[in-house]
């Protein structure tokens, strides 16, 4: 067996993702644009753990989770997966790799095929990838099936005769089938009302424990991913803002982005709810035109003159933790007037943040 | 994978659960067909005319294109109800045309070609249209050539071309097959490839529907090669439209056949089909009317039927309806 928990290997690593849709337009649809749904993307993910990916509705979350995938030809990018290049295989090279990389659905009701029985569903990459006999794929499916703890009895029934939650059960067999290393669940609870969700987590981290599964979990329930994932990743306009261990997110967020975000989770204790939130205006701009520099300066309630000029890079402000914003450029937290990433880091989530934007927002 | 899991929710059941046996799908089917009552009329008159026309001729032993011209213009048996007067003799029991020939013989022998031409060009059709909607759907490089292509059959004047067609390929299809073989497979192919086009917009359009879904996408994540994604998730999800535009065709294929019997390019005169039975005897209508009556139900019962075999046919086979 492989030790994961002594040394975590980077078993998928992402660097410089692109994922650009074409926009056709006019009488000759001529390619007036692109649509930047994924736009330079890197991240790792380690072995064994959850990445939880984050974000608001558009901004290219199961775009990025698909492109990782590669169900879409990518733009420009690398994606190394368990050792293998595979940003520039076609998608028949790529077959014989599909067997380690996986996916869980949003939908499960359209995730699943209406015509097929269950046990046809969850049988088709058996069919596809292994040369079992028929009635070792049928044993191999009713394993999957108590598994992900649906009834044996079923396994001839349609996917419109069960619950959305089974339905979920269903797809979450369909990618164990082959014994994957890695799956990208794509707002799997999305859909499911919430004592269904609660279960559908739970059976995701009970098979992560048994098979060793490591998951990329997009969300946008930022209390679920805080359940679920070990590092979080958040993004904003087809890029990762910051990308830091669980806790160090929730307890002190470094990016402004990520601090509205965090901000906008309900507080069930209303004393505690009544600290300050911070209210982003006006939308996302649009992926097919992001504005100059930063893609948060629109909204941004830290702006600067350099937001609107250079875009910033991703550096790694404390170990393990990456923020791509000018508040903590060199050039900035040098100078002494910055909000001090080794002191809120230091002192934990002490120093308010609101103080620390407001601040910032007074240096030119 | 063979340890049973500790910590599963409840619905995990003990392995020593015997497994549902499979249900045959089947019979699921034809229990969901069964509740249809047209579809059970259409079928049972399908069956009922097939073998009118398939059995009949070996009991009605007549020949159908045999001229008797001291039996013309027989009267059916049932006038005798209210006309006493009648002309009427046994030996025709549905009566006889102008030239004498046996009615209840012309309905078993054209309904053998029409019933013939009928399916095999409504099939042609479907296959045809069915092929390059799916390509068109799915492979998006070649969407437009193929599309421009099925506008461009569309927009040709579907009569002319085929009085075109039986001008150029007759006289060679009959030296080739022999007078009926030539003209038959002209017809079925020249009806089979001017009535796909519906099929294949509408396949189309269904396609680039479904191939947006996610259970297409799944499929694509476990790295199904696209012909099996094809035949394993697109075409049982078109299937409805399909057996829709394949029970319209049939009406049409009988019906153009019908048109070009009686533009005088189609079967040869003494050949006869129900289309030219009801074309013939369109000028003695008035006086006999069984004549058009006979053929006329034939063809629309015929094709009524089919219509609701297939209506039957794509709720049974829709398994969302089937459940309930």
């Given at each position: 067996?492989?030790?994961?928990?002594?040394?975590?290997?980077?078993?998928?690593?992402?660097?410089?993702?692109?994922?650009?849709?074409?926009?056709?337009?006019?009488?000759?649809?001529?390619?007036?644009?692109?649509?930047?749904?994924?736009?330079?993307?890197?991240?790792?993910?380690?072995?064994?753990?959850?990445?939880?990916?984050?974000?608001?509705?558009?901004?290219?979350?199961?775009?990025?989770?698909?492109?990782?995938?590669?169900?879409?030809?990518?733009?420009?990018?690398?994606?190394?997966?368990?050792?293998?290049?595979?940003?520039?295989?076609?998608?028949?090279?790529?077959?014989?790799?599909?067997?380690?990389?996986?996916?869980?659905?949003?939908?499960?009701?359209?995730?699943?095929?209406?015509?097929?029985?269950?046990?046809?569903?969850?049988?088709?990459?058996?069919?596809?990838?292994?040369?079992?006999?028929?009635?070792?794929?049928?044993?191999?499916?009713?394993?999957?099936?108590?598994?992900?703890?649906?009834?044996?009895?079923?396994?001839?029934?349609?996917?419109?005769?069960?619950?959305?939650?089974?339905?979920?059960?269903?797809?979450?067999?369909?990618?164990?089938?082959?014994?994957?290393?890695?799956?990208?669940?794509?707002?799997p609870i999305a859909a499911l009302d919430v004592s269904i969700q609660a279960q559908v987590v739970n059976l995701l981290e009970d098979l992560q424990e048994k098979f060793g599964l490591t998951y990329l979990?997009?969300?946008?329930?930022?209390?679920?991913?805080?359940?679920?994932?070990?590092?979080?990743?958040?993004?904003?306009?087809?890029?990762?803002?910051?990308?830091?261990?669980?806790?160090?997110?929730?307890?002190?967020?470094?990016?402004?982005?990520?601090?509205?975000?965090?901000?906008?989770?309900?507080?069930?204790?209303?004393?505690?709810?009544?600290?300050?939130?911070?209210?982003?205006?006006?939308?996302?701009?649009?992926?097919?035109?992001?504005?100059?520099?930063?893609?948060?300066?629109?909204?941004?309630?830290?702006?600067?003159?350099?937001?609107?000029?250079?875009?910033?890079?991703?550096?790694?402000?404390?170990?393990?933790?990456?923020?791509?914003?000018?508040?903590?450029?060199?050039?900035?937290?040098?100078?002494?007037?910055?909000?001090?990433?080794?002191?809120?880091?230091?002192?934990?989530?002490?120093?308010?943040?609101?103080?620390?934007?407001?601040?910032?927002?007074?240096?030119? | 994978?063979?340890?049973?899991?500790?910590?599963?929710?409840?619905?995990?059941?003990?392995?020593?659960?015997?497994?549902?046996?499979?249900?045959?799908?089947?019979?699921?089917?034809?229990?969901?067909?069964?509740?249809?009552?047209?579809?059970?009329?259409?079928?049972?008159?399908?069956?009922?005319?097939?073998?009118?026309?398939?059995?009949?001729?070996?009991?009605?032993?007549?020949?159908?294109?045999?001229?008797?011209?001291?039996?013309?213009?027989?009267?059916?048996?049932?006038?005798?109800?209210?006309?006493?007067?009648?002309?009427?003799?046994?030996?025709?029991?549905?009566?006889?045309?102008?030239?004498?020939?046996?009615?209840?013989?012309?309905?078993?022998?054209?309904?053998?070609?029409?019933?013939?031409?009928?399916?095999?060009?409504?099939?042609?059709?479907?296959?045809?249209?069915?092929?390059?909607?799916?390509?068109?759907?799915?492979?998006?490089?070649?969407?437009?050539?193929?599309?421009?292509?099925?506008?461009?059959?569309?927009?040709?004047?579907?009569?002319?071309?085929?009085?075109?067609?039986?001008?150029?390929?007759?006289?060679?299809?009959?030296?080739?097959?022999?007078?009926?073989?030539?003209?038959?497979?002209?017809?079925?192919?020249?009806?089979?490839?001017?009535?796909?086009?519906?099929?294949?917009?509408?396949?189309?359009?269904?396609?680039?529907?479904?191939?947006?879904?996610?259970?297409?996408?799944?499929?694509?994540?476990?790295?199904?090669?696209?012909?099996?994604?094809?035949?394993?998730?697109?075409?049982?999800?078109?299937?409805?439209?399909?057996?829709?535009?394949?029970?319209?065709?049939?009406?049409?294929?009988?019906?153009?056949?019908?048109?070009?019997?009686?533009?005088?390019?189609?079967?040869?005169?003494?050949?006869?089909?129900?289309?030219?039975?009801?074309?013939?005897?369109?000028?003695?209508?008035?006086?006999?009317?069984?004549?058009?009556?006979?053929?006329?139900?034939?063809?629309?019962?015929?094709?009524?039927?089919?219509?609701?075999?297939?209506?039957?046919?794509?709720?049974?086979?829709?398994?969302?309806?089937?459940?309930?």
């Amino acid at each position: 067996m492989r030790d994961t928990m002594d040394a975590p290997q980077p078993l998928v690593q992402v660097r410089d993702l692109k994922m650009h849709f074409p926009i056709y337009a006019g009488l000759l649809r001529r390619r007036v644009g692109e649509v930047k749904a994924v736009d330079g993307v890197s991240f790792d993910v380690m072995e064994g753990e959850t990445l939880g990916l984050v974000g608001e509705s558009g901004c290219g979350k199961s775009t990025c989770g698909r492109s990782v995938l590669r169900l879409y030809d990518i733009t420009a990018g690398s994606i190394l997966m368990d050792g293998d290049e595979i940003g520039a295989l076609s998608q028949g090279q790529l077959r014989t790799r599909r067997p380690t990389m996986q996916m869980v659905f949003q939908d499960p009701q359209a995730s699943l095929n209406p015509r097929m029985p269950v046990s046809a569903i969850i049988q088709e990459p058996l069919d596809e990838h292994t040369k079992l006999s028929k009635a070792e794929k049928r044993e191999k499916v009713l394993e999957l099936m108590d598994a992900v703890g649906l009834n044996r009895r079923f396994a001839n029934r349609f996917p419109h005769a069960f619950s959305g939650g089974q339905r979920q059960r269903i797809g979450i067999a369909r990618a164990l089938a082959l014994n994957p290393k890695f799956i990208v669940c794509d707002e799997p609870i999305a859909a499911l009302d919430v004592s269904i969700q609660a279960q559908v987590v739970n059976l995701l981290e009970d098979l992560q424990e048994k098979f060793g599964l490591t998951y990329l979990f997009i969300s946008h329930d930022l209390s679920m991913v805080r359940h679920i994932a070990t590092r979080v990743a958040v993004m904003y306009l087809g890029r990762i803002v910051e990308l830091a261990p669980r806790e160090a997110l929730y307890a002190d967020p470094l990016h402004p982005y990520t601090k509205a975000l965090l901000s906008a989770v309900p507080e069930p204790d209303p004393e505690l709810a009544a600290k300050e939130r911070v209210i982003l205006t006006g939308d996302v701009p649009s992926p097919a035109n992001p504005p100059k520099g930063c893609n948060f300066c629109t909204r941004c309630p830290a702006v600067m003159p350099v937001c609107h000029e250079t875009d910033p890079e991703t550096r790694e402000v404390s170990p393990g933790r990456f923020v791509a914003c000018h508040l903590f450029a060199d050039e900035y937290t040098a100078a002494g007037h910055a909000p001090a990433v080794s002191q809120s880091a230091g002192q934990g989530a002490t120093s308010s943040p609101q103080e620390t934007l407001n601040q910032q927002g007074e240096t030119p | 994978m063979t340890d049973p899991m500790t910590n599963m929710p409840a619905m995990s059941p003990p392995r020593a659960v015997p497994i549902e046996k499979a249900r045959s799908q089947w019979r699921d089917i034809w229990a969901q067909f069964r509740t249809h009552k047209g579809a059970v009329w259409g079928l049972g008159f399908l069956i009922f005319i097939t073998l009118f026309v398939a059995i009949g001729p070996l009991i009605w032993d007549v020949d159908a294109t045999k001229t008797d011209i001291r039996n013309k213009n027989m009267r059916p048996f049932y006038t005798l109800l209210w006309d006493s007067e009648a002309r009427f003799t046994w030996v025709k029991p549905l009566g006889s045309d102008n030239l004498g020939r046996d009615v209840l013989a012309n309905l078993m022998q054209g309904g053998r070609t029409s019933m013939a031409v009928g399916w095999t060009a409504m099939i042609l059709a479907v296959v045809v249209g069915t092929l390059i909607g799916v390509l068109a759907g799915f492979f998006k490089r070649i969407d437009g050539a193929l599309m421009r292509f099925t506008d461009l059959v569309l927009s040709l004047p579907l009569l002319p071309l085929l009085l075109v067609m039986m001008l150029l390929f007759r006289d060679t299809l009959r030296a080739t097959f022999g007078p009926e073989t030539g003209i038959f497979i002209l017809i079925v192919v020249a009806i089979g490839l001017t009535s796909w086009m519906q099929t294949a917009r509408i396949v189309r359009g269904d396609v680039l529907a479904l191939k947006e879904r996610e259970f297409v996408l799944a499929a694509r994540s476990i790295g199904t090669p696209s012909r099996r994604m094809i035949s394993r998730h697109i075409l049982p999800n078109v299937l409805s439209p399909i057996m829709v535009s394949a029970t319209l065709g049939l009406a049409n294929a009988i019906i153009t056949e019908s048109a070009l019997s009686f533009l005088g390019l189609g079967f040869p005169s003494d050949f006869p089909t129900w289309g030219k039975t009801l074309f013939d005897s369109i000028q003695y209508m008035e006086e006999y009317p069984e004549r058009v009556i006979w053929p006329g139900l034939c063809i629309s019962f015929t094709v009524l039927a089919v219509n609701y075999i297939g209506d039957g046919l794509r709720d049974a086979l829709d398994p969302r309806i089937r459940g309930q």
